[in-house]
């Protein structure tokens, strides 16, 4: 139908267009899972499965500063400031393939496996006023994780941004402070497990109230494993 053709860190792309039928697969996933996203681990799914946090960003810090210096020191409109321009956008290009490889490949491991996925709506604005984690929030992507799922899975839902999915116990209900180096949840009702998988639970079942508390307290059995797909 159409063809688009761009230039991108000295490299040249063409996006084409076509019209084709929409087959839906034979082998129809089923299925619901919570989400919660984090920056010590990525993403916590209510089945105890992990996505690690590559930290791609701070891999790359030291010749990003480098090649920013570089480019600094270069004077307006010359050659070589051509150059180290180039230099820098074609490192740009590089940690952007690296870090859409490793979200592409997460969601296309959920999307393969669940009917139904649950996210909660966070507030990345509000997260990023705390200049502590600003750098980390905003290097996590969170929002291109949940445009991805947006448009691979089949049914994705949002818990409103201030539902305190940490602070809850999937258990009984009861909410009591987490502050952040609090790892495990521990509730007077018995509940010992990961604050993660813990608010991932809470998240599946804020986004689900069909699902039954009897199902709920089975999940909350599940222990974390890491995900192997990618």
């Not at 993403?43 to 791609?56: H, M, Q, W």
């Not at 490949?105 to 009917?115: L, S």
């Not at 839902?157 to 539902?163: A, E, G, N, P, S």
Request: proline letters at 2%; charged letters at 30%; hydrophobic letters at 35%.
């Amino acid at each position: 139908m159409s063809a688009t053709v761009k230039q991108r860190a000295g490299r040249w792309f063409v996006s084409v267009s076509v019209e084709t039928e929409r087959t839906e697969s034979d082998n129809q996933v089923s299925g619901a899972v919570g989400i919660d996203l984090g920056i010590k681990t990525l993403a916590t799914l209510s089945d105890g499965t992990v996505f690690e946090n590559p930290k791609t960003y701070y891999k790359y810090d030291k010749q990003l500063r480098r090649a920013q210096k570089s480019l600094s020191r270069k004077k307006q409109g010359g050659k070589n400031r051509a150059k180290a321009r180039l230099k820098l956008a074609k490192l740009h290009y590089r940690i952007n393939c690296v870090v859409d490889d490793h979200v592409h490949k997460m969601t296309r491991c959920i999307a393969d496996n669940y009917h139904t996925v649950v996210l909660e709506d966070l507030n990345v604005k509000g997260m990023q006023k705390n200049r502590h984690l600003s750098k980390a929030v905003s290097r996590a992507n969170f929002h291109k994780i949940k445009q991805f799922l947006m448009y691979k899975c089949r049914d994705v839902r949002f818990v409103d941004k201030f539902y305190p999915s940490s602070k809850t116990c999937s258990n009984c209900g009861r909410v009591k402070d987490m502050p952040l180096h609090r790892r495990v949840y521990k509730c007077e009702c018995g509940l010992n497990l990961d604050r993660d998988l813990n608010a991932a639970l809470n998240i599946l079942g804020q986004g689900l109230p069909e699902v039954k508390p009897v199902e709920m307290k089975a999940l909350a059995s599940v222990q974390l494993k890491r995900n192997y797909c990618l």
